[in-house]
């Protein structure tokens, strides 16, 4: 029988289910959307949940169990960060026979032509609005939102605590200064979608990445959220490059990948 991470598992991780970035890589499943899942001292929380997510959750070992959500939390209402999002609340709330779990998601989300249909609505316990530099609490998770950032729909990052550990996840962005001031923390996972700068998208490329981490200097910088002009660069050969360079420790995020505190 397959081991499923349940309440009881009070180990502290966090796993990727996808390191896809943007439309390409998202469509073609060069690699896979379906989001990060944590668990926090019991607390069980899936960030963006893009296409494919609950796919990832049944087809990882441990089995992760949707219906042992404690919430869901969508950083900006682009698809391959919300395209399975009624699926997973569906899923968390056992079909919506079980009100339980919390939604927390940009305004953006539920307004005109919202990506979290309005029948779901009504199964998790709360669905509350992200607004910038708050704090959000669902059980043992606590985490603040960044300042808005600078991409084409509501977009904010993210800050927690794992462990004895902070983590920021630096979500879909352009480069803009107020980046640093948030995003000091232990453990970086920065969304880097290019390879070379183009200015004329929202999308941090590799070196507005080099720049956060050497600002920063994170204990572990993490690139995921990969564009197809990373993926043919080879970013785990780009991680290594930068972590020479840097002097740091700049790792390349991998599906399935996990990390525990
Ligand atoms: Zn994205
Ligand atoms: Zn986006």
Not at 17 to 22: E, I, N, P, R, V
Not at 74 to 81: E, S, V
Not at 181 to 206: C, M, N, Q, W
Request: proline residues 5%; charged residues 25%.
């Amino acid at each position: 029988m397959v081991r499923r991470v349940t309440k009881e598992d009070s180990g502290t991780f966090l796993k990727f289910l996808g390191t896809a970035g943007a439309r390409f890589v998202m469509i073609k499943q060069l690699r896979a959307s379906g989001g990060i899942w944590i668990s926090c001292a019991g607390t069980n929380v899936l960030i963006d949940p893009g296409p494919g997510s609950i796919v990832r959750c049944n087809a990882s070992r441990p089995k992760l169990d949707p219906s042992q959500l404690d919430a869901i939390v969508l950083t900006h209402r682009h698809l391959d960060h919300c395209g399975d999002i009624n699926v997973m609340i569906e899923a968390m709330t056992e079909g919506g026979f079980r009100k339980r779990g919390a939604v927390f998601c940009p305004q953006d989300a539920l307004g005109d032509d919202p990506v979290i249909l309005r029948y779901v609505r009504t199964f998790p316990e709360k669905i509350e609005l992200l607004r910038p530099e708050q704090t959000y609490e669902a059980g043992n998770f606590i985490f603040r939102t960044s300042p808005l950032h600078m991409h084409n729909v509501e977009t904010y990052g993210l800050k927690f605590r794992l462990g004895n550990q902070t983590v920021g996840l630096l979500s879909d962005t352009r480069y803009f200064k107020g980046l640093e001031a948030f995003y000091k923390t232990d453990v970086l996972i920065i969304g880097v979608v290019f390879f070379k700068p183009r200015p004329e998208i929202d999308h941090l490329s590799l070196d507005d990445a080099k720049g956060l981490i050497s600002a920063l200097k994170p204990q572990k910088a993490i690139l995921s959220h990969f564009g197809m002009s990373m993926l043919s660069a080879r970013p785990s050969v780009l991680a290594q490059q930068l972590s020479r360079e840097l002097r740091a420790e700049v790792v390349c995020a991998y599906d399935g990948m996990m990390l525990t505190f």
